[in-house]
Nanobody
Framework: QVQLVESGGGLVQPGRSLTLSCLGS????????ISWYRQAPGKERELVAF????????NYADSVKGRFTISRDNAKNTAYLQMDSLKPDDTAIYYC?????????WGQGTQVTVSS
C-alpha cells in the first residue's frame, strides 16, 4: 500500500525556521519525483517545490525561492522541506505528493502556522 506521511508542522513565529518530513512506504522511493504542495485557507493548492529521483534537480515556487530548501534521503525513504525566514503568508497545510504507478498519491498534510 502506497503511503506518504508528513510530519514536522506546528506553530512558529515569523522569521523562524521549520523542517517538514515526508516518509514514503509501499513503493520504491528513489524511483519517483517528490513534491511539496501547500493550501492556505480559501486558496487553491499550490506547488511549493519538487525534487528529482536522486536530488540532482530541484525547483521552487517564486514565493519561497531563497527561503525553502527541498532535499531527500533515499536510504530513509524520506523527503524534507527546510523552511527558513517564515512569513505569515506561509501559513497553510503542507502536503507531500508523488505520482506512483500512474496514480496521484497525497499525504494527509501537516499544518504550518506562522504567527507572533
Amino acid at each position: 500500500q502506497v503511503q506518504l506521511v508528513e510530519s514536522g508542522g506546528g506553530l512558529v513565529q515569523p522569521g523562524r525556521s521549520l523542517t517538514l518530513s515526508c516518509l514514503g512506504s509501499g513503493f520504491i522511493f528513489k524511483e519517483y519525483v517528490i513534491s511539496w504542495y501547500r493550501q492556505a485557507p480559501g486558496k487553491e493548492r499550490e506547488l511549493v517545490a519538487f525534487i528529482s529521483h536522486f536530488g540532482g534537480v530541484t525547483n521552487y515556487a517564486d514565493s519561497v525561492k531563497g527561503r525553502f530548501t527541498i532535499s531527500r534521503d533515499n536510504a530513509k525513504n524520506t523527503a524534507y522541506l527546510q523552511m527558513d525566514s517564515l512569513k505569515p503568508d506561509d501559513t497553510a497545510i503542507y502536503y507531500c505528493y508523488a505520482r506512483v504507478l500512474a496514480a496521484d498519491r497525497w499525504g494527509q498534510g501537516t499544518q504550518v502556522t506562522v504567527s507572533s
